[in-house]
Nanobody
């Protein structure tokens, strides 16, 4: 069973930055589109950002545009989410997901998921 692994979460003050990483199973991962989703306490999981295998077709949810940047390194088989100017409302468990098809903004399009990493924005 394919398992993705997120890392980089933690506690940060408002206005701070974190960089999340998503690692996948070798070269195959570099041919998959990847999305980041998050789930805040008491809320449904929501889309954050996605990127195609080529590094193109990037999309963000409106609330993170201009603050978050998704990127990938297909040599290292990793996808990153650089999060700047973090706000209280960014607090959530962040999940990466992958699919062998194109990048998508809906979670039901994704085949493989990680266990999540906690991001807490607090003063």
């Amino acid at each position: 069973q394919v398992q993705l692994e997120e890392s980089g979460g933690g506690l940060v003050q408002p206005g701070g930055s974190l960089r999340l990483s998503c690692a996948g199973p070798g070269r195959t991962f570099s041919t998959w589109a990847v999305g980041w989703f998050r789930q805040a306490p008491g809320k449904e999981r929501e889309f954050v950002a996605c990127i195609a295998w080529s590094g193109g077709n990037i999309h963000y949810t409106d609330s993170v545009k201009g603050r978050f940047t998704i990127s990938r390194d297909n040599v290292k088989h990793a996808v990153y989410l650089q999060m700047n100017s973090l706000k209280f409302e960014d607090t959530a468990v962040y999940y990466c997901a992958a699919v062998s098809g194109g990048a998508a903004t809906t979670e039901d399009m994704y085949e493989y998921w990680g266990q999540g990493t906690q991001v807490t924005v607090s003063s």
